[in-house]
């Protein structure tokens, strides 16, 4: 029961950030890939399926780190972001060493969701009103 709530809560998070997040990729090329891997192996992982993110962890390590401040368009360059540009980068490292070390799919997942979580923060700091 515990799991379908959490599953529920990430749905609900995900629709109501999904203008956000939309709003990210048509600014931000480079974020474009990365989101695309992200939300495949997580939407998958919620379903018990952890084989996308054991097959991609290295391509969603390879694509966090093409992005950078550089290539973040100005409006975005706020510290709050970058932070959470940094997090989502160092998260990514992190899954593909878990990945790489045989970790549990509970472990994987944890990472995963923690991914997601700054994956949508870094997407609703981007959209705030300056």
């Not at 709530?5 to 629709?15: E, G, P």
């Not at 999904?18 to 891997?37: C, D, F, M, R, T």
């Not at 054991?54 to 709050?80: D, G, I, S, T």
Request: charged share 25%; with cysteine; proline share 3%.
């Amino acid at each position: 029961m515990k799991i379908i709530k959490s599953l529920l809560a990430f749905a609900a998070i995900f629709s109501m950030n999904s203008g956000n997040a939309q709003v990210i990729l048509e600014a931000w090329p480079e974020i474009k890939n990365y989101h695309n891997l992200m939300t495949k192996s997580f939407k998958s992982a919620q379903k018990g399926d952890f084989i996308p993110i054991k097959n991609h962890a290295n391509f969603l390590f390879e694509n966090a780190e093409k992005l950078c401040v550089e290539n973040m368009p100005q409006n975005f360059r706020q510290p709050k972001t970058i932070e959470a540009l940094v997090k989502l980068k160092r998260e990514s490292k992190s899954i593909k060493e878990l990945v790489e070390n045989k970790a549990s799919n509970n472990e994987i997942f944890e990472t995963l969701k923690s991914i997601h979580h700054t994956f949508v923060k870094m997407s609703d700091l981007c959209c705030q009103k300056r």
